[in-house]
């Protein structure tokens, strides 16, 4: 088996150390194609090398800009976006939002709904919670009418944030849970899953919700223990689960 198909065979099973070593020797041999070179930024990411992720996805962006494919190119500037905003870089954040929404400026596609998270995750960051509700909103119709369960998702945790964020706890809760249920029952990608499972365990300890931190990090334990070296569940959102199961008085696996 060589390392395309090997890598495409890890790649598959989730286990994605072994992905990224084998995608990249076939990188180095032969440039990947879009959907391979896809496949190698998810399991850069997901094994916490995050400059390198960086580089794949203007990669990729270059790759579709090149081919004429606005909304695919599109789709990685969001995922740029995010990048930079998760490392507290605005500017550079702002930069890869207003490019993609200027590619697709003519289009209808699931991109908007995307880049609109975006947005909303800048309104959420600046204390405009209102502005951020309804930004947020309309990037969860796209995803709904569009069946992108990622998008969905992601739209309804920052409406949760906004909801929380303007005081209405309860109801913001329940848009995390609407997210979580989407963690748990495995409709997300990788990525996504394990930046959703993060942030709404985060939020639930910031507003003191506990009960609910503690039951959706139990659902959550099979998807965690089924890919061991995601690096999303280790660091900081290791530590959350850590304190999760300390306060369940769950004192060895803390």
């Known amino acids: 088996m060589g390392d395309l198909e090997r890598g495409r065979d890890c790649y598959r099973r989730r286990a994605w150390s072994d992905a990224y070593h084998a995608l990249q020797r076939a990188d180095q041999t032969t440039p990947l194609d879009a959907d391979d070179l896809d496949s190698l930024a998810t399991a850069t990411y997901l094994t916490g090398r995050d400059l390198e992720f960086q580089a794949i996805l ?78 947020a909103g309309n990037a969860a119709a796209i995803g709904e009418s569009s069946r992108d369960a990622d998008l969905t998702a992601a739209a309804r945790h920052a409406q949760g944030r906004a909801l929380i964020q303007q005081g209405d706890v309860a ?21 996504m899953t394990g930046l959703m499972y993060c942030s709404v365990i985060d939020t639930c300890r910031q507003v003191y919700a506990l009960g609910r931190a503690r039951e959706w990090t139990s659902a959550c334990s099979r998807v965690c223990e089924d890919q061991p070296d995601m690096a999303l569940f280790t660091g900081i959102c290791l530590v959350h689960r850590a304190e999760i199961m300390h306060l369940q008085g769950a004192w060895p696996d803390a």
Not at 171 to 191: H, N, Q, R, S, Y
């Open 58 to 135: 203007e990669r990729l962006f270059r790759l579709h800009v090149e081919s004429g494919y606005r909304a695919r190119a599109a789709h990685y500037t969001f995922w740029l976006a995010l990048t930079f905003f998760l490392r507290g870089e605005t500017g550079r954040s702002n930069a890869w939002t207003a490019r993609g929404q200027r590619l697709i400026e003519d289009l209808d596609c699931v991109e908007r709904g995307y880049l609109a998270c975006m947005v909303a995750e800048h309104q959420l960051r600046a204390g405009q919670a209102s502005a951020a509700h309804q930004t």
């Open 171 to 191: 109801a913001g809760l329940k848009c995390l849970d609407e997210t979580m249920l989407a963690v748990v029952g495995g409709e997300l990608l990788p990525i």
